[in-house]
């Protein structure tokens, strides 16, 4: 029988695959589709302090090899999760993140304090990559000083284990990685959605309502890829993969890239039952090439042969 529990922070899976935050809703909407009980762990919806309206229609759009989207981080906000969402979540066998961003540091800090006091939480997934507001999410995360101070003032307001979801628009995402790290990071997540546009030739408008969105799904996968590789090789906290990927072979590629787990979001909302087939497909690939603990496979890239121009 192959083991696949990995450990990401501090955070025990039984399994290294996870339901990404924007993609999985609250984790409830799922249940019916697919055993939540399979999963290793469930990103939930953004969360802010208050109720978020997110940005106005149109702001959701498909695109060759994957889908364009400006939510905005639409959510009910934290009270409400805790007091209509997170009971129910907790009657299953799952680690529960919660993903949290602000428009300032103090509002982090905040929202931070409150879910430290509340049970059922396995830690925190700060989003510091959103391209979708207009203050806060990404732009705490583009240069290493300002992702450095946000970490550390959220380290200091709680106990829960921090992992830091990271823009591939950052200056140098290495740099970005290597010092929330060293402001107490317990992992990191990376990455978000690449900044993209859509335009209507035949109005010459922009087709979403904020001019720009976020870009996700297999056509970003390549990117990701290389931008996990990385930083897997800056760190040595836990790194989760994500970015484009919808399948078994994708997931593989991201651990033996150097990724411990892997997050998937866009193919949730093409094939429900996705994170479920990952998972079996895993475990059936450790089975057939004889891997008796997935913690073989992380970081196993065989460059022999092969000239690299990573520093």
């Known amino acids: 029988m192959v083991n696949t529990a990995v450990n990401i922070g501090g955070i025990p899976l039984k399994n290294p695959v996870i339901a990404a935050s924007g993609t999985f809703g609250y984790g409830l909407e799922f249940s019916p589709l697919l055993d939540l009980n399979e999963l290793g762990g469930i990103v939930v919806k953004g969360l802010s302090l208050k109720p978020y309206p997110g940005n106005p229609p149109p702001r959701i759009m498909e695109t060759t090899g994957g889908m364009l989207n400006s939510i905005g981080l639409q959510n009910i906000g934290v009270d409400s999760f805790t007091k209509e969402k997170l009971p129910l979540l907790r009657n299953y066998d799952v680690a529960i993140f919660v993903n949290i961003f602000g428009h300032t540091i103090e509002e982090y800090v905040r929202i931070a304090r409150r879910l430290s006091e509340t049970e059922g939480i396995a830690g925190l997934e700060v989003n510091i990559s959103c391209p979708n507001i207009k203050k806060g999410g990404m732009s705490f995360g583009k240069e290493p000083k300002q992702a450095g101070l946000l970490t550390k003032r959220i380290r200091k307001a709680t106990f829960l284990p921090l992992m830091i979801k990271l823009t591939p628009q950052a200056s140098d995402i290495a740099e970005v990685a290597k010092r929330v790290e060293g402001e107490g990071a317990d992992s990191i997540s990376l990455v978000n959605t690449f900044l993209g546009m859509a335009i209507d030739v035949d109005t010459a408008t922009p087709l979403l309502s904020t001019i720009t969105g976020g870009l996700s799904g297999p056509a970003i996968k390549p990117i ?32 033996i890239a150097g990724a411990q787990a892997v997050q998937v979001g866009t193919a949730n909302f093409i094939t429900p039952t996705v994170c479920s087939e990952i998972i079996h497909g895993i475990k059936e690939y450790l089975k057939t090439k004889n891997i008796d603990d997935i913690k073989q496979l992380v970081g196993s890239l065989n460059l022999s042969g092969h000239e690299t121009t990573s520093n």
């Open 224 to 255: 990701a890829l290389r931008m996990v590789w990385e930083v897997a090789q800056k760190v040595s906290i836990p790194v989760v993969g994500l970015g484009g990927i919808a399948s078994c072979r994708d997931a593989l590629e991201f651990m």
